[in-house]
């Protein structure tokens, strides 16, 4: 990991959390990925005011507010085309996308997908927690097929979306899979998801203590990968689709070339643009 | 897994985040009771904030000022987390002042494990010393919390049911 090893860090968790108070339930996984990015900000030393997390809608997407950085709450499904605005607009910011199941894989899959085929410098952290859990506990795209829920009695008989092997399809340059129980691990990934050059995904397994209480157990279910990562998509397509999804590590480091043409923003100050669309 | 925390520097570098990161949940864990309308546990944790606080002047004042931090991923702690923070994922928002303190308990005495093995594979007398000093005061806060746990009655095996479902957050 390329970074001189301070003697004492500049900065520190207080430095990146900002004073509205989660109301996420007590428990809930989303707590530890949160930990998990401010150490991983902290380990990179970035000043709050170079990040900006950018997210749809969800209890996971609620991020933002939660955080020093600069954010964005943004339209359900949709950070990732205002994340590539953004970053093409202030190349020298980072930007991070965060995101649940139910926002980047459901009303977002489109975005998902081609944020992947864009290959834009940046990074989306998807909790997944096999659940809408703002909108109480509905099944989303990697619910199990056969979870029993009041809405879908007896699961809903579908295959759950192999989120991981989609992004490697699509051209995601970095895959990543943690879990929200191990702060520190998913740092690690985060610290190396940013670095990466190009567009990075990293997967948290984040449990829904409320609408998914059997998630708990995550903890004896996860399992860290037992081989390294490789940058060869096959050899991580075949990984990816022979896992059980609960094999938690970086499955795929690529050097796909990454989009880095920049939007011109010189002449556009706030004014023009606004009666640019007043037309 | 056994601790070979070999120099001073290390340990106080070891001691210190484990200290600051209760603190961390703590706090964290205070803001959730208050958000969840529990005040008294909000106060409980506030407290224990305080008093880990005290920790983290403590290992500062040994160490001449702040030690040298590791990556996170770099600390050599037992479990995926450091052992004083009640681990994510425990909190409930039916929590009661029992279920709290046990949990606060059980930081309390895996501190105490981790600066006890610690002691026990240290070839450095001065790491051996401090750690064994840092255990002692653990097991002293350990013995104070069966005493203030023993003051709340036990709850029904399954506190956390709630007959009428969560309401939504929006
Ligand atoms: C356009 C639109 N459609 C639907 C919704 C309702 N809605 C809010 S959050 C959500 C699902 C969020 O699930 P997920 O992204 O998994 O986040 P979680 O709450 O589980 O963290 C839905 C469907 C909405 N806010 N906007
Ligand atoms: S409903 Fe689920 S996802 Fe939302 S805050 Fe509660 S535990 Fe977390
Ligand atoms: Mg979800």
Partial sequence: MNKAEPLVSRYSHEDYKSTVKPI????????????????????????????????????????????QCYGFHGVHGRAPAVATGLKLARPELTVI???????????GGNHFIHACRRNVDMTLLVMDNEVYGMTKGQP??????????????GGTGFSPFASLAVALASGAN????????????????????????????VQVLSPCVTY?????????????????????PAVAGHRLL?????????FYVGNRPCYSATVDTSNHDLRAIEEDLAL | MNQTISTLDAFLAHAHELEREAVERYEDLAGQMEVH???????????????????????????????????????????????????????????????????????EERAEAFFANVAENADDPAVRESALQFAAEE????????????????????????????????
Wanted: glycine share 8%; proline share 9%; charged share 25%.
């Fill in chain 1, 140 to 153: 989303s795209p990697t619910s199990p097929a056969d979870w029993d829920s009041k809405i879908a009695p």
């Fill in chain 1, 242 to 250: 022979s896992d059980d999804g609960f094999t938690t590590g970086v």
């Fill in chain 1, 212 to 232: 998914r209480p059997e998630e708990r157990f995550w903890k004896k279910t996860v399992h860290p990968s037992s081989v390294e990562s490789t940058n060869d």
């Fill in chain 1, 174 to 201: 970095f895959i990543a899979r943690g879990f929200s129980g191990d702060p520190n691990g998913v740092a690690r990934l985060l610290v190396e998801a940013i670095q990466h050059p190009g567009f990075s995904f």
């Fill in chain 1, 24 to 67: 996420w339930c007590p428990g809930c996984g989303h707590f530890g990925v949160e930990t998990s990015l401010f150490r991983a900000l902290a380990y990179l030393e970035l000043p709050p005011e170079q990040v900006a997390i950018i997210s749809g809608i969800g209890c996971s997407s609620r991020i933002p507010a939660y955080t």
């Fill in chain 1, 97 to 107: 996308v965060t995101s649940g199941d139910g926002d980047a894989f459901s009303i």
């Fill in chain 2, 37 to 107: 309308n529990k005040p008294e546990l909000a106060e409980l944790f506030r407290k224990m904030a305080a008093i880990e606080q005290q920790h983290v002047d403590k290992v500062e004042g040994l160490a001449g000022g702040e030690p040298r931090t590791l990556a996170p991923w770099d600390y050599q702690w037992q479990d995926p987390e450091s052992p004083e923070s009640i681990p994510v994922g425990q909190g409930h928002y039916r929590m009661n002042p029992y279920q709290a303190l046990s949990l606060v308990l059980a930081c």
């Fill in chain 2, 139 to 170: 097991r002293e806060h350990a013995e104070l919390l069966k005493v203030w746990l023993a003051r709340y009655p036990e709850p029904k095996a399954e506190w956390w049911q709630d007959l009428d479902d969560p309401v939504s957050q929006e």
